[in-house]
C-alpha cells in the first residue's frame, strides 16, 4: 500500500471502530502523546486522557455510526509525518432518545511509528449537529471556513 492509502486506512479504522465500540482498536489508532480536540474547551494530551473523552461521549449515546465521506491527506518531505482533512457523517441517538445528524470534518496530523501511522492531533470542526431532517442550523464556524477557503 501507498502511504496516502494507509493513511485513509487509518481514518476508516478509526470510525470502524468508533461504530463498533472498539475501544481497544480505536485508542491503538492514536500517537502515546496526541491530542484530541472535540471543541476549544474539550482538548485531551495523550492517549488515557483521549480514551476518558470518547468513554464521557459514548455514555450519552446509544449508538453512533460514522461514515467516512471523503478527504486528502499529504506526506511532509522526510516521509514521518503527514496532514490530512476527512469529512464525517455520523447517525447517533442520544440517551435520551434524540436521534442525531452531525456533519463535521476532522483537521488531522499523523506521525509514522513502528506500528504505522498514528494520529497526532485530531480537531474537529462540526458543520451540522441537529435532526436528521436538517431542519437545524450550520455552524457559522463551518460556514465562514468554506467563506474563506
Request: aromatic residues 8%; proline residues 2%.
Amino acid at each position: 500500500m501507498n502511504e496516502i492509502a494507509d493513511l485513509a486506512d487509518l481514518v476508516h479504522r478509526y470510525a470502524d471502530a468508533v461504530t463498533r465500540l472498539d475501544l481497544d482498536r480505536w485508542v491503538n489508532c492514536w500517537a502515546d502523546d496526541a491530542v484530541w480536540t472535540l471543541r476549544h474547551d474539550r482538548v485531551a494530551t495523550g492517549r488515557d486522557a483521549i480514551l476518558s473523552m470518547l468513554q464521557a461521549v459514548l455514555l450519552t449515546l446509544d449508538g453512533v455510526v460514522q461514515h467516512v465521506l471523503n478527504g486528502e491527506a499529504a506526506v511532509g518531505v522526510d516521509g514521518s509525518t503527514a496532514a490530512g482533512r476527512w469529512h464525517i457523517q455520523e447517525h447517533l441517538r442520544r440517551t435520551t432518545g434524540e436521534p442525531l445528524l452531525f456533519l463535521a470534518h476532522y483537521e488531522d496530523t499523523y506521525v509514522r511509528s513502528a506500528g504505522g501511522w498514528r494520529f497526532q492531533t485530531r480537531t474537529l470542526v462540526t458543520h451540522y449537529q441537529g435532526p436528521p431532517d436538517l431542519s437545524g442550523s450550520f455552524t457559522t464556524k463551518a460556514i465562514q471556513e468554506r467563506a474563506t477557503t
